[in-house]
């Protein structure tokens, strides 16, 4: 079976431009995605797939939980890549794409460093 990839919308660019204000774009978002796997059916196409990654609207940010810098290799927003056997105090959870590789994940999806602050639109 052949595999294409084509990407449609911008949720992501939309949200960061717009905020909560995001939410009266995504019918039209929406659309946009329907009428791109219509397309693709209408071509032959047998089946189509769609992914999206994560994306949180939080009014304010997240919380911030501090996680010490040399604990870690690398460091985002809302994960982190645990520096070879260091012991954190947050819980760590294997990637999923290699087992052997702990991230440390808030549970309550605090945030260990900088958040996009969400700007209120309206």
Known sequence: MSTAWTETGKIDERGYQLGVALAHQLDAEADSIDLRVRGFLAAGWQKVRI???GWLVVPGGL???AIPAFLVESK???CALVRGESMTDVPT?????NENVRMPR???SDAFGPTWK???VG
């Open 51 to 53: 992914v999206t990654h």
């Open 63 to 65: 919380p911030k939980v």
């Open 76 to 78: 985002w927003a809302r």
């Open 93 to 97: 959870y294997p990637s999923h794409w």
């Open 106 to 108: 808030h549970p309550e």
């Open 118 to 120: 969400m700007r209120m």
